[in-house]
């Protein structure tokens, strides 16, 4: 198995920025991953891609373009998520997610992940 565990909580301003980091561990970290991504949820909405990393490429929801930054750290097992120019639109649970089972491209389906963290808040207001 496999356990996704997000960090950086954090409540920050609009215009600033704020990084989050997945952390995975478990019995099964040494089996091949094929994505990994940031989701995100708000109340009342169903969960949203942000970004994800799949077959060499990195993938970005429109209106996190220019400004968030998906990354892995394969020696550390950390997958990050740098968000600068932060919004109150971007308050939200994020969740980071990973693909282990080969095959197929959804990055921006929710169903195609495998493994799933628990979910941080963040909270952008003045």
């Known amino acids: 198995q496999v356990q996704l565990q997000e960090s950086g909580p954090g409540l920050v301003k609009p215009s600033q920025m704020l990084s989050l980091t997945c952390t995975v561990s478990?019995?099964?970290?040494?089996?091949?991953?094929?994505?990994w991504s940031w989701i995100r949820q708000t109340p009342g909405k169903e969960r949203a891609f942000v970004a994800a990393?799949?077959?060499?490429?990195?993938y970005y929801a429109d209106s996190v373009k220019g400004r968030f930054s998906i990354s892995r750290d394969h020696a550390k097992n950390m997958v990050f998520l740098q968000m600068n120019n932060l919004k109150p639109d971007d308050t939200a649970v994020y969740y980071c997610a990973e693909r282990r089972s080969y095959g197929g491209n959804m990055y921006d389906d929710e169903s195609w992940y495998d493994y799933w963290g628990q979910g941080t808040q963040v909270t952008v207001s003045s």
């Open positions: 990393h799949s077959g060499g490429v990195a």
């Open positions: 478990g019995d099964s970290i040494t089996t091949s991953v094929y994505g």
